[in-house]
């Protein structure tokens, strides 16, 4: 989201850097999948245009985005939600909305703030299948930021933090029971 104060930044063979502005707006737009902690939901919209909303703002005509946004929502157990406005629904359900608008634009690079973090055990295990399926391809990637350690079994790689800095990582092997 931000630009890097020093070394490099490189995604998928793109040197950040590079880019100007708007450049670095589209790229991540049509790269990066965002979960932000605080959903980012907007209330005027209801769920399925929610998720709907990368897809809007890259050019896809409104109904077609619903359709793929209600897949989504569907897979996240939320068919019966997708007409409700942010005020009808949990705090679970408004987390599955913003995953579901995370993945709809199919991106190669999803970043995570605790998407399991308003999720009942069921649904974390559900969104977690998801996200890793979709990031275990050859050109894909997902960076998990959490403290929930009943999610540690779907990662690769865990880089443990403390104070801002790295303090070990553990590679797990792929396990594909998930």
């Given at each position: 989201?931000?630009?890097?104060?020093?070394?490099?930044?490189?995604?998928?063979?793109?040197?950040?850097?590079?880019l100007?502005?708007?450049?670095?707006?589209?790229?991540?737009?049509?790269?990066?999948?965002?979960?932000?902690?605080?959903?980012?939901?907007?209330?005027?919209?209801?769920?399925?245009?929610?998720?709907?909303?990368?897809?809007?703002?890259?050019?896809?005509?409104?109904?077609?985005?619903?359709?793929?946004?209600?897949?989504?929502?569907?897979?996240?157990?939320?068919?019966?939600?997708?007409?409700?406005?942010?005020?009808?629904?949990?705090?679970?359900?408004?987390?599955?909305?913003?995953?579901?608008?995370?993945?709809?634009h199919?991106?190669k690079?999803?970043?995570?703030?605790?998407?399991?973090?308003?999720?009942?055990?069921?649904?974390?295990?559900?969104?977690?299948?998801?996200?890793?399926?979709?990031?275990?391809?050859?050109?894909?990637?997902?960076?998990?930021?959490?403290?929930?350690?009943?999610?540690?079994?779907?990662?690769?790689?865990?880089?443990?933090?403390?104070?801002?800095?790295?303090?070990?990582?553990?590679?797990?092997p792929?396990?594909?029971?998930?």
């Open positions: 989201m931000l630009r890097a104060d020093e070394g490099e930044v490189t995604v998928f063979g793109t040197d950040l850097k590079t100007g502005g708007r450049a670095l707006s589209r790229f991540r737009g049509e790269t990066v999948g965002f979960v932000f902690q605080q959903f980012n939901l907007l209330p005027a919209l209801d769920a399925a245009e929610n998720a709907a909303v990368p897809l809007i703002v890259h050019g896809m005509p409104s109904g077609r985005a619903r359709r793929r946004a209600s897949e989504l929502l569907d897979l996240l157990g939320l068919a019966e939600n997708m007409n409700k406005f942010l005020r009808e629904l949990s705090g679970g359900q408004q987390q599955r909305v913003a995953i579901a608008r995370a993945l709809v199919d991106p690079f999803i970043v995570c703030d605790e998407p399991t973090a308003s999720l009942d055990g069921a649904s974390g295990n559900a969104v977690m299948n998801l996200l890793r399926s979709h990031a275990v391809r050859p050109d894909r990637a997902a960076i998990v930021v959490t403290h929930d350690e009943r999610i540690f079994r779907f990662a690769d790689r865990i880089a443990f933090m403390a104070d801002g800095r790295v303090i070990r990582t553990e590679e797990h792929r396990d594909e029971k998930h």
